[in-house]
């Protein structure tokens, strides 16, 4: 899940876990990366960046990421959408999900007033996130009518952006440049995220659904780590023996779970700790994988050190995501790896006060925290006359309503006195919002609000996640890839993620020595690795 309200922030399971894959950053393409390849085509303006003058946060954010931060809920909230939005007609949407199924709309009081807000019959089917990948892929297959907007994670998809380009609403004309200042809610989506989303063949195909900059980040027990009198700052030595003092009586200090090991995402927090590249590195137009770097054979070194001194719990390769987040929330495990969007309040509300949750500093003197790419996907619309383009885009204006509109309110909270109610501490949820939300019925990921931090009735959870934020992420560093397009990384991304995948847990977890990295590394390379790498200076020389 993924978004203020829920806790996977920027991937999860197989759709991989905040910078989980080499891969998801790169698009997709033809065997050449002629079709959807930027190089040599003339390049739509990235739609301009006219940001929402919202309520005054109680500390701000800043160019290196860091999010405003709001210990209360605004008082007095403004209206961003005063058009009326659709034409009473019904507007099909696929997404994916990571919680239950929605109650009907029948009997779904949010839904309802989504669809009355929006004058709509919206009809959304969502997959459960172990099917999405099937699920998109016999959709792209098939010639059968299209949903109008279909909502893309950043799981490489084969042939996805061919898809796209063939059957899907080139939208430059009315999002490109200051044509994007008709929806201004879009406009205020910050630059970073549509660089991220990138372009196709030189124009804009889709909205993306904005995320903030941290990646895969390490969630702690702050109250366990108290207890144990472990510093929030931590060299290497200490971070190591501090997850080997809080492993024991059936307790670890350290939770993995298995989707990790499909991609980098176990590996972010070590990689970022110790000054590794984010994914790939850029000097004089080329590009270099970080699998092969000094940097990240130490953090494999510090993995393969927390599992010989058992402080990893030892169903980390086989037990689900759902799973290892329950095992954190009761103490089971005193830290675990996640997307940032895990610091929400659903989280809180799972944890339900028994214990004060933070976020790991990195342990490494040199460390460059790495960063996501700024979204976690994007939605398309189903090619379309020009005008029932706009209402798409009206949709997804709306539900990409700021933090401190009534819009916002609607969409992340449902309607006051049934979902919520305010007192002068905020947000109060009720007990409907536990079955209707938008979780179980995502419309995060039919438009999504630039990301503030508030979190209700937990400032000072909402203070440290703010102070982590202002230590950690000037030091941070981007994938140089984000937006790129590789017509490998598509096409023999699963295989090559796989070699990436098993090698990582086979050393980490003994099965392999740490020297074997580097033929798996070479096997990785062989595999397609070098030619992506190729593909992206292409691609970067082509879009500067």
């Known amino acids: 899940m993924d978004n203020t309200l829920d ?31 930027n190089a040599g085509k003339q390049l739509v303006p990235w739609p301009a960046y006219v940001p929402f003058a919202g309520p005054k946060p109680d ?5 290196t990421g860091v999010q405003p931060l709001y210990l209360k809920y605004p008082e007095t909230l403004v209206q961003s959408v005063n058009d009326t939005v659709g034409d009473g007609s019904k507007v099909t949407a696929l997404v994916v999900t990571y919680g239950p199924p929605p109650t009907p709309v029948a009997q779904n009081r949010y839904w309802q007033a989504i669809n009355k807000a929006l004058n709509v019959d919206l009809q959304v089917t969502v997959v459960p996130d172990p099917e999405y990948g099937q699920k998109m892929t016999t959709l792209m297959a098939s010639g059968s009518d299209l949903p109008d907007i279909i909502m893309f994670t950043n799981l490489a998809l084969p042939h996805s952006l061919e898809f796209i380009q063939a059957r899907c609403a080139d939208l430059s004309e009315f999002i490109g440049g200051d044509a994007v200042k008709q929806y201004p809610n ?12 990138g372009r196709v063949s030189g124009k804009l195909y889709g909205v993306p659904l904005e995320r903030p900059t941290p990646a895969n980040s390490l969630f702690v027990n702050r109250t366990a780590m108290d207890e144990a009198g472990i510093p929030k ?17 059936r307790k670890w200090g350290l939770g993995w779970y298995k989707t990790l090991f499909g991609g980098l995402g176990a590996v972010t927090y070590h990689a970022g700790s110790l000054g590794a590249p984010n ?22 070194d510090v993995m393969r050190k927390l599992a010989e001194a058992k402080s990893v719990h030892p169903d980390s390769l086989t037990v689900s995501s759902t799973d290892m987040q329950t095992y954190f929330h009761n103490g089971t495990v005193a830290s675990v790896q996640d997307g940032f969007g895990s610091m929400s309040p659903t989280t809180l509300t799972k944890i339900n006060d028994r214990f004060e949750l933070d976020l790991g500093h990195p342990y490494g003197p040199d460390a460059t925290p790495w960063q996501g790419p700024g979204m976690f996907g994007y939605v398309t619309f189903k090619k379309a006359a ?27 909270y449902g309607v006051e006195g049934v979902h919520f109610t305010k007192d002068g501490d905020g947000i109060k949820t009720l007990d409907l919002f536990q079955t209707e939300n938008n979780n ?18 937990h400032p000072r959870t909402a203070q440290a996640t703010y102070d982590w934020q202002k230590a950690t992420l000037p030091r941070s560093v981007a994938n140089p890839a984000n937006g790129l397009r590789s017509a490998t990384s598509v096409s023999k991304g699963a295989a090559m993620n796989q070699i990436m995948g098993d090698g990582i847990a086979a050393v980490v977890f003994g099965r392999k020595p740490l ?9 990785w390379r062989n595999a397609g690795g070098d030619q992506v790498a190729r593909e992206l200076a292409e691609e970067h020389a082509a879009t500067q």
């Open 279 to 300: 994914t790939w590195s850029l000097a004089d137009g080329r590009f270099t994988t970080t699998l092969a770097t000094p940097q990240f054979e130490q953090a494999l």
């Open 186 to 197: 879009l406009a205020n989506i910050p630059a970073y995220a549509w660089k991220g989303m």
């Open 7 to 37: 806790r996977r922030a920027l991937f999860r399971g197989a759709l991989g876990v905040a910078a989980a894959s080499l891969l998801t950053a790169c698009g997709g393409g033809s065997p050449s990366g002629g079709g959807v390849s």
């Open 440 to 457: 179980t019925l995502p419309f995060r990921y039919l438009g999504a609000a630039p990301s503030v931090l508030y979190l209700p009735g």
């Open 233 to 249: 700052t931590w060299t290497t030595e200490q971070y190591l023996e501090a997850m080997k003092e809080l492993s024991a009586a």
């Open 59 to 63: 500390a701000p954010g800043d160019d």
């Open 515 to 523: 020297s074997a990295w580097k033929d798996i590394v070479t096997q």
């Open 386 to 412: 020009p005008e029932r383009i706009k209402m798409l885009l009206r949709i997804s204006d709306y539900l990409s309503a700021p933090f401190g509109t009534k819009e916002y309110e609607l969409a992340n």
